[in-house]
């Protein structure tokens, strides 16, 4: 792999992180278009989930030390008051919510993590999952909306989104963008649905990140050079901040439908590539 190609797959990483078009499918794409072994890049790919990561905390990093605090706050009401008093404030009962999320998500990813990887054998999977992903957002565009605030969120609310996101471990199927859809769907007004969206990304992209790290460390940077895995994290880093700040107003302003015939199209023609056999895994 040269600068390079690190430079557009750190780009291509940090923009499809966040924006609803699936990271997993466009890096296959792209991958598959260099020519590049993704068991070969492995340390490189963990390191670009890392790049991604370090942008949710850069954007959000005020809600995330306000939930830290509230975490441990928790704790002190149930040591002193037998209660975690989940309800005390908004930023306490956002958090109870991002870890009942976090429960499907875990569960699901456990039990059919090797199942949904080996759909990445065949790239006409990838075409389908973003003709799936297209679908959705223009459903969730037309149909979903609501008004809820934190504190009009329920359980089964927080339970769904998380299902829905544990969708997103197949092949061309966005994880914002479904966490997104199961936020509408759940009637959360258009801000908390984005906020709950990306605060809840960073468990998974967390584990994510980890998991790649520790199956790549044995392997080393397989002759990827420092500075090319640097590269790459600085741009995924950067293009993901710019990609967070998009889809805050893109959803605001109600144009998820652009991505709809975005994804369709992409989609479509990867489907078609495929059964031609020019694209190959």
Same mark, same amino acid.
Request: charge should be positive.
């Given at each position: 792999? @040269?600068?390079?190609?690190?430079?557009?797959?750190?780009?291509?990483?940090?923009?499809?992180?966040?924006?609803?078009?699936? &990271?997993?499918?466009?890096?296959?794409?792209?991958?598959?278009?260099?020519? #590049?072994?993704?068991?070969?890049?492995?340390?490189?790919?963990?390191?670009?989930?890392?790049?991604?990561?370090?942008?949710?905390?850069?954007?959000?990093?005020? @809600?995330?030390? @306000?939930?830290?605090?509230?975490?441990?706050?928790?704790?002190?009401?149930?040591? &002193?008051?037998?209660?975690?008093?989940?309800?005390?404030?908004?930023?306490?009962?956002?958090?109870? *919510?991002? #870890?009942?999320?976090?429960?499907?998500?875990?569960?699901?990813?456990?039990?059919?993590?090797?199942?949904?990887?080996?759909?990445?054998?065949?790239?006409?999977?990838?075409?389908? /999952?973003?003709?799936?992903?297209?679908?959705?957002?223009? $459903?969730?565009?037309?149909?979903?909306?609501?008004?809820? @605030?934190?504190?009009? *969120?329920?359980?089964?609310?927080?339970?769904?989104?998380?299902?829905?996101?544990?969708?997103? $471990?197949?092949?061309?199927?966005?994880?914002?963008?479904?966490?997104?859809?199961?936020?509408?769907?759940?009637?959360?007004?258009?801000?908390?649905?984005?906020?709950?969206?990306?605060?809840?990304?960073?468990?998974?992209?967390?584990? +994510?990140?980890?998991?790649?790290?520790?199956?790549?460390?044995?392997? /080393?940077?397989?002759?990827? +050079?420092?500075?090319?895995?640097?590269?790459?994290?600085?741009? &995924?880093?950067? +293009? /993901?901040?710019?990609?967070?700040?998009?889809?805050?107003? $893109?959803?605001?302003?109600?144009?998820?439908?652009?991505?709809?015939?975005?994804?369709?199209?992409?989609? &479509?023609?990867?489907?078609?590539? +495929?059964? *031609?056999?020019?694209?190959?895994?």
């Amino acid at each position: 792999m @040269d600068n390079f190609q690190a430079i557009i797959l750190g780009l291509v990483q940090g923009l499809t992180e966040f924006l609803p078009v699936s &990271s997993s499918g466009h890096l296959a794409i792209f991958q598959n278009m260099f020519g #590049i072994d993704e068991n070969n890049v492995l340390f490189f790919a963990a390191m670009l989930h890392v790049g991604t990561l370090l942008s949710v905390f850069v954007a959000y990093w005020r @809600d995330i030390v @306000d939930l830290c605090k509230e975490l441990v706050g928790a704790f002190k009401d149930l040591a &002193s008051e037998k209660s975690f008093k989940i309800n005390k404030n908004p930023t306490r009962r956002l958090g109870f *919510m991002i #870890i009942v999320s976090a429960i499907p998500t875990g569960i699901i990813g456990f039990c059919l993590s090797d199942f949904f990887e080996s759909l990445f054998t065949k790239m006409v999977f990838v075409g389908v /999952g973003l003709l799936i992903t297209g679908t959705i957002l223009c $459903i969730a565009e037309r149909f979903g909306s609501g008004e809820k @605030d934190v504190y009009g *969120m329920r359980v089964r609310d927080a339970f769904f989104i998380g299902l829905c996101q544990s969708v997103a $471990i197949a092949p061309g199927i966005s994880r914002s963008g479904s966490t997104l859809v199961g936020g509408l769907f759940s009637g959360l007004n258009r801000p908390l649905a984005v906020k709950f969206a990306f605060l809840m990304s960073i468990p998974p992209i967390a584990a +994510s990140g980890i998991m790649e790290l520790v199956s790549a460390i044995g392997q /080393g940077l397989q002759g990827v +050079s420092a500075l090319t895995v640097i590269l790459g994290v600085v741009i &995924s880093f950067v +293009s /993901g901040l710019i990609a967070i700040k998009w889809m805050v107003k $893109i959803v605001t302003n109600k144009r998820l439908f652009y991505f709809s015939i975005y994804t369709w199209v992409v989609g &479509s023609l990867v489907i078609a590539l +495929s059964l *031609m056999g020019v694209l190959i895994v």
